[in-house]
C-alpha cells in the first residue's frame, strides 16, 4: 500500500473532491465544495467528537452512528477507486468510518 501524503485537514484534497461532488445529490455536493476549514488535523477520534458538538444534542456515541452512515452512502457513491484514493489522503482510522475498513 502507498504510504499516505500528509494532510493539514481531514478532507480530501480538491480533485477527488470534486469528483465526489459530482456523485452526490446536489445539496451534499454543496457542503463537501465548500467545507468549513479545520485550523489542525483531524483524527477520527476528533471528528466524530466535533461532529457531536455541532448537532445539537448528539453524543460521542450517536455522532458516530451519524458519520457512519453519511460515510458509508459516500463511499457507495465514490466507488472502490476515488474512494481509495480519498482514504490515501485522510489520517488513519477514516476507513472504519466510511465503513471500509483498509488491510494494515
Given amino acids: 500500500m502507498a504510504p499516505r501524503?500528509?494532510?493539514?485537514?481531514?478532507?480530501?484534497?480538491?480533485?477527488?473532491?470534486?469528483?465526489l461532488a459530482a456523485r452526490l445529490p446536489?445539496?451534499?455536493?454543496?457542503?463537501?465544495l465548500n467545507p468549513l476549514q479545520a485550523a489542525e488535523p483531524l483524527s477520527p477520534e476528533r471528528f466524530v467528537r466535533a461532529t457531536a458538538a455541532w448537532i445539537e444534542g448528539a453524543t460521542e456515541r450517536t455522532a458516530m452512528g451519524d458519520v457512519g452512515a453519511v460515510l458509508s452512502v459516500a463511499a457507495d457513491a465514490a466507488g472502490e477507486d476515488l474512494l481509495r484514493r480519498i482514504l490515501?489522503?485522510?489520517?488513519?482510522?477514516?476507513?472504519l468510518l466510511f465503513g471500509h475498513p483498509q488491510p494494515l
Fill in 5 to 19: 501524503a500528509s494532510r493539514s485537514r481531514a478532507e480530501p484534497v480538491r480533485p477527488e473532491r470534486a469528483e
Fill in 26 to 32: 446536489e445539496t451534499m455536493a454543496l457542503i463537501l
Fill in 88 to 95: 490515501l489522503q485522510l489520517p488513519t482510522g477514516y476507513d
